[in-house]
């Protein structure tokens, strides 16, 4: 079993930053994609970023976030974290840290859709205000 849990959310002002951490245990994560979601009020869930667990640490991202937002891991910690820089007001929703111990890239697409990952986190709210 694989536990998730996200941590550093909270409300921002547009233009500012945050720091999202999802601690991982359980598992051996070698091989694992790790992604970040995310939902706004009403809406479906959405991809942000990803990156892979092993080797050269292979991200990809969203392009709503990209030159944003920065996708990292610790490999020590078990942890990943999302770096999100110039906030917008669109921003604004729960935040979910996924993982799936397939390769992120698959050999023909990378893995952005919520049915790709196996595991989720309970999630956290990030509020961005104009």
């Known amino acids: 079993q694989v536990r998730l849990v996200e941590s550093g959310g909270g409300l921002e002002q547009a233009g500012g930053s945050l720091r999202l951490s999802c601690a991982a245990s359980?598992?051996?994560?070698?091989?694992?994609?790790m992604g970040w979601f995310r939902q706004p009020p009403g809406k479906e869930r959405e991809f942000v970023a990803a990156?892979?667990?092993?080797?050269?640490?292979?991200?990809y991202y969203a392009e709503s976030v990209k030159g944003r937002f920065t996708i990292s891991r610790d490999n020590a910690k078990n942890t990943v974290y999302l770096q999100m820089n110039s906030l917008k007001p669109e921003d604004t929703a729960v935040y979910y840290c996924?993982?799936?111990?397939?390769?992120?890239?698959?050999?023909?697409?990378?893995?952005?859709?919520?049915?790709?990952?196996?595991?989720w986190g309970q999630g956290t709210q990030v509020t961005v205000s104009s």
């Open positions: 996924a993982a799936d111990p397939r390769a992120l890239y698959s050999g023909s697409y990378y893995r952005t859709l919520p049915r790709d990952y196996s595991y």
């Open positions: 990156i892979s667990w092993g080797g050269g640490a292979t991200t």
């Open positions: 359980g598992r051996t994560f070698t091989t694992y994609a």
